[in-house]
């Protein structure tokens, strides 16, 4: 009944905050002569803070209306090019003049582990000024309905694979932390079945291949305890009157307060000098903490079954290091991966997915020629700073354009007829 009273608290929130929100409207009004004073700024400022605290953050926008390619901005479209229950693949589509470069073909395996794949605003901004990129929109379970069916590790590898094979050949792909795992197992049945779709390159950044190597506190957490225990203690079902009532989901409240809970401090501060801000009317810092909270508070539920199997094939049982990772009754066997080109990037500290996690992808790997592998470590930098931010933007998203780019497929060159005087061309 724990999410079922989290719904109720929240709707009896609701009254509170409308008025909290009205109250705050008033005093910081121009045309109320409190609202330029301290003690006006003060009310107006504790009264964001506190609506902001209790609202249900709404999944985000991507709102990337332009980019800059080749010195020269063009305006870019959202599309969706390809849709299932769980995921939508969204294609941010340039409008390129004739003359601009194209760059190589993208998918973006977004996390789905609480977080909406807008948390990847900054890589999509920062890669599509040289890639036509897609990025994986997957859907919040609770507003899935039952008759939708489930979805589970194994559905996420299959919708990887079809999305591959939508795109076409030549197609590079870049897995963002939790999608590693099965963006690998993807990539390793589709080379194994000799699949002409399978990626020209994959890009793993700060994923949880190995968790045995430099193991962290969300790996210790799972590590700890038996399934059962999650199945027993995270695992609920979506309330009445939402699209999904009834699904049993690891709700993305949960999830928050864990990840929030291991910084709680640096938490407190940021909405301390947030309110400070507010009071000393300094709008920018304001509306950057405005901005990055509005993306870390929107979470979304996962199905049940799916957080499960990737806990328990993933951080008990370690099963993709080990060899015994199966699909569908299938072994993945990554040693079938033998032409597709491998980068892994990890953040030197990293306190989500340990340093060497990630690198654990090469050493699996071992039928990848030496020519296409590649792994690089980004000093200074966390979880968040390997995928966003401006080292992310100046030293990491390059290599992985300049990667992709390397190891793109080279078109097929016509070959003229070969004419044989007084006879046929052959």
Same mark, same amino acid.
């Given at each position: 009944?724990?999410?079922?009273?989290?719904?109720?608290?929240?709707?009896?929130?609701?009254?509170?905050?409308?008025?909290?929100?009205?109250?705050? %409207?008033?005093?910081?009004?121009?045309?109320?002569?409190?609202?330029?004073?301290?003690?006006?700024?003060?009310?107006?400022?504790?009264?964001?803070?506190?609506?902001?605290?209790?609202?249900?953050?709404?999944?985000?926008?991507?709102?990337?209306?332009?980019?800059?390619?080749?010195?020269?901005?063009?305006?870019?479209?959202?599309?969706?090019?390809?849709?299932?229950?769980?995921?939508? %693949?969204?294609?941010?589509?340039?409008?390129?003049?004739?003359?601009?470069?194209?760059?190589?073909?993208?998918?973006?395996?977004?996390?789905?582990?609480?977080?909406?794949?807008?948390?990847?605003?900054?890589?999509?901004?920062?890669?599509?000024?040289?890639?036509?990129?897609?990025?994986?929109?997957?859907?919040?379970?609770?507003?899935?309905?039952?008759?939708?069916?489930?979805?589970?590790?194994?559905?996420?590898?299959?919708?990887?694979?079809?999305?591959?094979?939508?795109?076409? /050949?030549?197609?590079?792909?870049?897995?963002?932390?939790?999608?590693?795992?099965?963006?690998?197992?993807?990539?390793?049945?589709?080379?194994?079945?000799?699949?002409?779709?399978?990626?020209?390159?994959?890009?793993?950044?700060?994923?949880?291949?190995?968790?045995?190597?430099?193991?962290?506190?969300?790996?210790?957490?799972?590590?700890?305890? /038996?399934?059962?225990?999650?199945?027993?203690?995270?695992?609920?079902?979506?309330?009445? /009157?939402?699209?999904?009532?009834?699904?049993?989901?690891?709700?993305?409240?949960?999830?928050?307060?864990?990840?929030?809970?291991?910084?709680?401090?640096?938490?407190?501060?940021?909405?301390?000098?947030?309110?400070?801000?507010?009071?000393?009317?300094?709008?920018?810092?304001?509306?950057?903490?405005?901005?990055?909270?509005?993306?870390?508070?929107?979470?979304?539920?996962?199905?049940?079954?799916?957080?499960?199997?990737?806990?328990?094939?993933?951080?008990?049982?370690?099963? %993709?290091?080990?060899?015994?990772?199966?699909?569908?009754?299938?072994?993945?066997?990554?040693?079938?991966?033998?032409?597709?080109?491998?980068?892994?990037?990890?953040?030197?500290?990293?306190?989500?997915?340990?340093?060497?996690?990630?690198?654990?992808?090469?050493?699996?790997?071992?039928?990848?020629?030496?020519?296409?592998?590649?792994?690089?470590?980004?000093?200074?930098?966390?979880?968040?700073?390997?995928?966003?931010?401006?080292?992310?933007?100046?030293?990491?998203?390059?290599?992985?354009?300049?990667?992709?780019?390397?190891?793109?497929?080279?078109?097929?060159?016509?070959?003229?007829?070969?004419?044989?005087?007084?006879?046929?061309?052959?």
């Amino acid at each position: 009944m724990f999410y079922q009273l989290y719904e109720l608290n929240h709707a009896a929130m609701a009254p509170l905050r409308a008025s909290t929100e009205a109250l705050r %409207l008033f005093y910081s009004n121009p045309m109320n002569p409190w609202a330029q004073t301290s003690y006006g700024r003060t009310v107006s400022a504790g009264l964001e803070v506190f609506e902001r605290a209790t609202r249900r953050y709404a999944k985000p926008e991507f709102g990337l209306p332009t980019t800059v390619v080749d010195g020269r901005t063009v305006e870019v479209v959202e599309e969706v090019v390809w849709s299932r229950p769980f995921c939508k %693949l969204v294609h941010f589509r340039r409008a390129l003049q004739a003359d601009q470069t194209v760059g190589p073909k993208i998918l973006i395996v977004a996390p789905m582990s609480g977080h909406y794949a807008t948390l990847l605003r900054g890589t999509v901004e920062a890669l599509m000024k040289g890639a036509d990129v897609y990025i994986t929109d997957w859907q919040d379970a609770r507003i899935v309905p039952m008759t939708d069916g489930q979805f589970d590790l194994d559905d996420y590898i299959d919708y990887v694979i079809d999305m591959l094979h939508h795109l076409g /050949p030549n197609t590079h792909v870049v897995a963002v932390c939790q999608p590693s795992v099965p963006v690998l197992a993807a990539v390793a049945l589709m080379e194994e079945a000799a699949d002409p779709c399978a990626p020209a390159s994959m890009t793993l950044m700060g994923g949880p291949i190995d968790t045995r190597i430099n193991p962290t506190a969300v790996n210790k957490l799972a590590q700890d305890r /038996p399934l059962e225990w999650f199945q027993d203690n995270v695992v609920m079902t979506v309330p009445w /009157p939402q699209p999904g009532f009834m699904r049993p989901v690891y709700p993305g409240f949960l999830q928050l307060s864990g990840f929030m809970s291991m910084n709680l401090d640096k938490h407190v501060v940021a909405h301390n000098e947030f309110f400070e801000h507010l009071v000393r009317n300094d709008g920018e810092p304001a509306e950057k903490h405005r901005e990055f909270y509005d993306e870390y508070l929107a979470v979304m539920d996962l199905t049940a079954e799916f957080y499960l199997q990737t806990v328990d094939t993933v951080f008990i049982k370690h099963a %993709l290091p080990k060899g015994e990772m199966t699909h569908r009754g299938e072994r993945v066997d990554t040693t079938a991966i033998r032409n597709v080109a491998l980068l892994t990037i990890e953040g030197e500290n990293d306190d989500i997915s340990g340093i060497g996690q990630t690198k654990a992808a090469q050493t699996i790997c071992t039928n990848i020629p030496d020519d296409k592998r590649m792994h690089y470590v980004q000093p200074d930098v966390g979880h968040y700073g390997v995928f966003n931010g401006s080292r992310f933007r100046r030293e990491i998203a390059p290599r992985i354009l300049a990667f992709a780019t390397e190891h793109s497929i080279a078109p097929k060159k016509k070959v003229a007829p070969r004419v044989i005087k007084g006879g046929k061309s052959g």
